[in-house]
């Protein structure tokens, strides 16, 4: 009898730690969560980037997109443009937002071509130039700064057959869509 009682009390002592640990488990994970998302979201130390434009009255040639088929000029094909194509009188093109030079590349599909890292995981990538760049690798940029000049340096957009800047914005990885970030009613 007595035997039994203790087994039986062993066997609870069992089922209610098994209970206990599992809550422990639940309470140390919710705050983890609890923790990790007030980490990501803080509203109150980051102010959103604010993007200049690539060139001064600057005209959309081409705009981005990610669904609709577009026809490369020059060529016979159609495919998505995920950057925006622009030109001007002035064929200056600046920087959208401070950053680090982080890669002068020619090539000659997409011309000569400047990659500017900014902060919360945005690059903005300026194809199309002329080779005589303003800049250097590793150099710091501020918004506005004179990186290079459009031309038709890429041999992809070879048909538009006028000096113009391809422009691509990066976050994080992938191209969005510069209409969402660059303020060109501002122009
Ligand atoms: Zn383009």
Do not use: W
Request: glycine fraction near 8%; proline fraction near 2%.
């Amino acid at each position: 009898m007595e035997i039994n009682q203790e087994n039986k009390f062993k066997r609870n002592l069992k089922k209610f730690g098994a209970v206990g640990l599992g809550c422990a488990l639940v309470v140390a994970f919710a705050l983890i969560l609890a923790f990790s998302i007030s980490n990501n979201v803080n509203p109150v130390s980051t102010t959103p980037i604010e993007f200049g434009l690539p060139m001064n009255n600057a005209e959309v040639l081409k705009d981005y997109s990610d669904s609709r088929l577009q026809h490369v000029e020059g060529t016979r094909k159609y495919e998505i443009h995920l950057s925006m194509d622009f030109a001007s009188e002035d064929k200056n093109v600046l920087a959208v937002c401070e950053g680090v030079v982080s890669n002068i590349d020619t090539n000659t599909l997409e011309g000569t071509t400047v990659t500017i890292e900014h902060a919360d995981g945005f690059v903005s990538v300026y194809a199309s130039l002329d080779e005589n760049i303003h800049v250097k690798k590793g150099d710091t940029v501020r918004k506005g700064q004179k990186i290079g000049e459009a031309s038709q340096s890429s041999g992809y957009e070879s048909g538009m057959e006028r000096d113009h800047l391809h422009f691509t914005l990066f976050k994080d990885g992938v191209e969005v869509d510069p209409n969402n970030y660059l303020d060109l009613q501002s122009k």
